[in-house]
């Protein structure tokens, strides 16, 4: 008797085409849409002109006649410099981590974004899913940050940080904040978030007078930066994303279940 087959087995993940293209590393998603309004993009050789179009993970899709290759899973841990633009071009010219990384961060995107004055861990990626599963506030994933900042801190500016406060109509709060150096003129500080709202450590300390003069993030999750100098990027294999994030990994399985089921 022949063993019934797994209900998992030959499950395909469906998405928009225009994000199978930028997932891809084939065009970015502005230029995946002209490309599919236009006529240009067949999927298994029948043209598609809706941008929005769900389309197998694995599917054959081509452009102006050239086929498309399905990206090979590859994610990267790189420290980023400071002055450089998380993004992937600059209408000002000002420098990227593209540039930086050259070769290396082809078809890989960033996961979430360190703004230009900061510093540190900053990972990439060519898994989409993975990306939006550590960026989402839902997962907690903990951003571990030191920090210097103008004027001398106390102990109870630092507990009113984790108790948060409202900027312009949001929500602040660090998780865990560690004074290490106070001095009249600048003071350093070990600061913890699991949510990473846009500029939000540099919004807390200005809202209680204390500017942020310099930031570095030294930890995601289980990722550190060690000895890892600016500029430099490691490798990240599967097997190693799986032991740092298993929650993610796990609940990325399950999404994709459930989403074909």
């Known amino acids: 008797m022949s063993r019934p087959k797994n209900n998992l087995t030959g499950l395909k993940r469906r998405i928009h085409l225009n994000r199978l293209l930028s997932k891809r590393g084939v065009l970015t998603r502005s230029q995946a849409n002209a490309a599919i309004l236009a006529g240009r993009v067949s999927v298994d050789g029948r043209v598609v002109r809706d941008p929005g179009q769900p389309v197998a993970e694995s599917a054959r899709v081509t452009v102006d006649a050239e086929p498309t290759a399905r990206r090979s899973w590859r994610t990267i841990l790189f420290h980023k410099p ?133 930031l570095k993030r030294v930890a995601l999750g289980g990722l550190t930066l060690d000895d890892l100098a600016p500029g430099k990027w490691r490798e990240l294999n599967e097997a190693d994303v799986r032991r740092i994030f298993p929650i993610l990994v796990l609940a990325s399985f399950v999404s994709v279940v459930v989403n074909v089921l």
């Open 82 to 214: 400071r002055g450089v633009m998380t993004t992937r071009a600059d209408p000002e010219g000002r420098e990227t981590i593209y540039d930086v990384l050259g070769e290396a961060g082809r078809g890989l995107i960033p996961v979430g974004r360190l703004d230009r004055a900061t510093s540190g861990l900053l990972l990439l990626t060519s898994d989409t899913h993975l990306a939006d599963r550590i960026t989402d506030p839902g997962s907690a994933v903990s951003r571990v940050y030191v920090a210097s900042v103008r004027g001398r801190m106390t102990q109870e500016d630092c507990e009113r940080l984790e108790q948060g406060l409202v900027d312009n109509g949001e929500q602040l709060k660090a998780d865990t904040v560690t004074l290490r150096k106070p001095s009249g003129r600048e003071s350093h500080l070990v600061v913890t978030l699991s949510e990473g709202k846009n500029r939000e450590i540099r919004r807390l300390f200005e809202a209680i007078g204390h500017p942020v003069t310099r």
